[in-house]
């Protein structure tokens, strides 16, 4: 199974909500530790990783949702706890991205800032 195909329709729904809640973990603690480090005026080789760890845990977060929309559209009638489910779950990953994005983006915009910095 790859990441972007939705498990078994009898899979567990515990191990999709433990997938979902490690993922919304790691990014708080991402954006948290980017937040506290704000503004990057030195270029660190750790920053350099917590941004990538970021980038990885962005596109995990995105081959979280579709799988879970394409869980959602391949099982029988949905009921509306399952629609209640996805929407809180599409909107809950749709704040973690915007949130992990505007780290990375910041840590770029820090970087390429001419007044920081003493390799300009």
């Not at 729904?13 to 530790?33: F, N, Q």
């Not at 506290?36 to 990538?52: C, G, H, K, Y």
């Not at 959602?72 to 909107?91: D, E, F, K, M, Q």
């Not at 990953?93 to 003493?118: M, R």
Request: charged letters at 10%; a neutral charge; aromatic letters at 12%.
């Amino acid at each position: 199974m790859n990441g972007l195909t939705a498990p078994a329709p009898g899979a567990s729904s515990s191990t999709w909500i433990v997938g979902g809640a490690a993922l919304s973990v790691l990014s708080a603690v991402i954006v948290l530790h980017t937040a506290n480090e704000e503004p990057f005026t030195v270029f660190r080789w750790s920053d350099l990783a917590v941004i990538a760890l970021g980038g990885l845990v962005f596109a995990l977060f995105v081959g979280f949702a579709v799988a879970g929309v394409r869980r959602y559209l391949s099982t029988p009638p949905p009921t509306a706890l399952a629609r209640l489910a996805v929407g809180a779950s599409l909107i809950w990953t749709a704040i973690n991205l915007f949130y992990l994005g505007v780290s990375i983006c910041g840590y770029f915009q820090d970087l390429t800032n001419p007044q920081f910095g003493p390799w300009r």
